[in-house]
């Protein structure tokens, strides 16, 4: 990480001077504005993909689009860490935590979802000796990138077989912390937050550019579309999108509530957010879920108030209720 740390603080001093001169319950009624897709059919034809998502004792749901067809994808479970989805819609990863008395093991599955044939399964141990591990699969299957919420794990890359390829602990000489994002981008760049900076880093992961210092005393949930061309993510109660730059910044949903954990559709063209975002206990949180076009506009997804007329809320076909979240949410 050492060449890593010149180039990130090299970078925050042009920044700087760059300153220097310019200066709970599932049910809810569909209600106002929620009428656009009455019997969950009503997609539009351009929409695509699946949504999968979390959901209390249900386990992980999915929701096929534009026919709106609604599912069980993984029963609930309470050992399973995470799970991802390729890009192309194809594979699934599943960490499952595999520990028994005195040994903290995680088990990485890579399956074919179509026929659920086993393509690798491994066991990993993190160097903390942590059992909450998770793994996210890059943009063409060959690496996964693992988190833990441990802070002495850092951040590290294996092939998808498991074996070890690099580790990240920390940047500038501060440890990377457990609750920041960490994204796969084109390539198999990563992108990942830390303290108030948004960074980029490359193959082979020992330098990183800056990508945008966040001044906003509240902003999370950053997440990337496919094409690693934007950025979306929470600010104060709001979404806002930018360009993989971390330009031309845009708030694009209002109301009086809040809205977080946005997903980008395969394509780029929509965004999935989490509306009526709410706190459920001392670690879990619940939303309802909305699509929005991803053109730059502003869009009302009040749970109350009228909505505006392109707001498409997710339901499944042949229900009359938004459908509603309250874990990890995928579209793929």
Known sequence: MKQMKKLIAAKFVNVCFVLLLVGCSKEQNTGPGEDNNPD??????TLKGTIYYDWATEGI????????????????DTKLNNFDISRDGRTKLTVVNASTLGQYDVRFTISDIKNGNVIEE????SPAGN????????????LILVTSNDREDGITILKRNGEFVTRMMDINGERLGFSEARLWLPNNNVVITHGKYIIRIAPPYTSGTLIKEMDYEN?????VNQAGTQLALQIANHIYTMDIDGSNLKQVTISNFKESVPQFSPDGKYLLVGSEYKQTGPFGYMWYMKIIPNDGKQY?????????????????SGQDRIEAAGGQMIWR
């Open 122 to 125: 491994f066991i990993y141990n």
């Open 40 to 45: 969950g059919v009503a997609y539009p034809v």
């Open 61 to 76: 749901l999915k929701i096929s689009l534009p026919d709106g067809t609604g599912s069980s994808f993984i029963p609930d």
């Open 300 to 316: 009302h997804v009040d749970p109350i108030e009228q909505n505006s007329p392109d707001v498409i809320p997710v339901i499944v």
């Open 219 to 223: 902003w999370d949930e950053l997440t």
């Open 131 to 142: 059992s909450y591990c998770k793994g996210y699969l890059s943009p063409d299957n060959s």
